[in-house]
C-alpha cells in the first residue's frame, strides 16, 4: 500500500555516502514532494550526482536513511529499488550504442518480450513527445546525435508507469528546439501524477520545470523552498551558486 498523498514520495535523512577515502555527503536532509518537481542544484562538485547514486543503491549510504513512499531502501539492493516504480536516467544517459533505439526501449518494457507487446498507446505518447525516436527506431542508438540520446534515455525511463522519475542533469547538450521538447515531456509527466527530482545545472530549464528546489554545497542541503520564491530572490541565488537566473 503507497503511502497518503500528504506524504514525501522521497526522504532522505542525515545521509552520509563515502566513495573510497572521500566523504563526498555530509549529512544529507532532502524531501521531495509527491507529485511536483523538485530541482536539486548546486556548483560542481557539490554532491548532486552523489545523491542521485545513493538513493539508487548504486553507491550506499555510510549514514542515515533514504525513506521511498513510506518505506526504508537504505540498504536494498539497486534492482529493487527500479522495482518499485522508479525510473533513473544518469548523466551518462546509459544507451545501449549497439542496440537499435528499440531494442533500447524494450529494455526498459519489462512487460514486454518483444515490441509488440509494448503498450502502444504509451509509445504513441512518447513518439509524440519525442518525434525522433519513433524516426530513428530501428537505427542503432550508438548513431544518433547527443541530444537525440538524451531523448531516448527519457524516453526509456517513460516506456512504463513509473512513479518516480530520477533525472541526471537532462539538459545537458541540448539544443534550444530540443530543449523545450524535454520540459513539454517532464511536464507532461509531472501532470500525469509522476513525482520528479532532476539535477540541473541550467536554471532557466530548472525555473520553467520546478515546484521546489533543494541546492547543495559541499555535500550538504543549505537551501530548500519554493521554486518560485527562490526565481524571486537574485541575491540568494548569486550567494548559492554564485551566479543568478
Known amino acids: 500500500m503507497s503511502a497518503p498523498a ?3 514520495m522521497l526522504t532522505l535523512q ?3 555516502t563515502s566513495i573510497g577515502a572521500y566523504h563526498i555527503l555530509h549529512g544529507v536532509d532532502l524531501r521531495v514532494p509527491r507529485g511536483q518537481v523538485t530541482m536539486l542544484l548546486g556548483r560542481n562538485g557539490a554532491g548532486k550526482t552523489t545523491t ?5 543503491g548504486l553507491w550506499r549510504a555510510s549514514q542515515g536513511s533514504i525513506v521511498l513512499d513510506g518505506q526504508d531502501i537504505s540498504a536494498v539492493p539497486t534492482p529493487e529499488i527500479a522495482q518499485k516504480s522508479v525510473a533513473y536516467v544518469p548523466e551518462n ?22 515490441a509488440t507487446q ?3 498507446t504509451r509509445l504513441q505518447w512518447i513518439f509524440g513527445l519525442f518525434p525522433a525516436v ?5 537505427h542503432p542508438a550508438g548513431k544518433l546525435s547527443g541530444g537525440q540520446k538524451q531523448m531516448l534515455a527519457v524516453a526509456r525511463a517513460m516506456v512504463e508507469r513509473r512513479d518516480l522519475l530520477i533525472v541526471d542533469e537532462p539538459s545537458k547538450g541540448l539544443a534550444p528546439a530540443i530543449m523545450d521538447n524535454m520540459v513539454h515531456a517532464l511536464q507532461q509527466l509531472k501532470a500525469s501524477g509522476v513525482t520528479v527530482l532532476l539535477v540541473e545545472q541550467n536554471l532557466g530549464f530548472a525555473q520553467q520545470l520546478g515546484d521546489q528546489v533543494a541546492v547543495m554545497d559541499n555535500g550538504r542541503v543549505v537551501h530548500n ?7 524571486q530572490d537574485p541575491a540568494l541565488q548569486h550567494r548559492l551558486l554564485g551566479l543568478a537566473l
Open 134 to 138: 519513433e524516426k530513428f527506431w530501428n
Open 93 to 114: 544517459m546509459g544507451i545501449f550504442s549497439d542496440l537499435t533505439v528499440k531494442e533500447n526501449m524494450l529494455l526498459a518494457a519489462r512487460n514486454a518480450q518483444t
Open 52 to 56: 542521485l547514486r545513493t538513493i539508487m
Open 225 to 231: 523552498g519554493s521554486m518560485d520564491a527562490f526565481i
Open 14 to 16: 542525515g545521509v552520509h
Open 118 to 120: 509494448m503498450d502502444g
Open 6 to 8: 500528504s506524504t514525501p
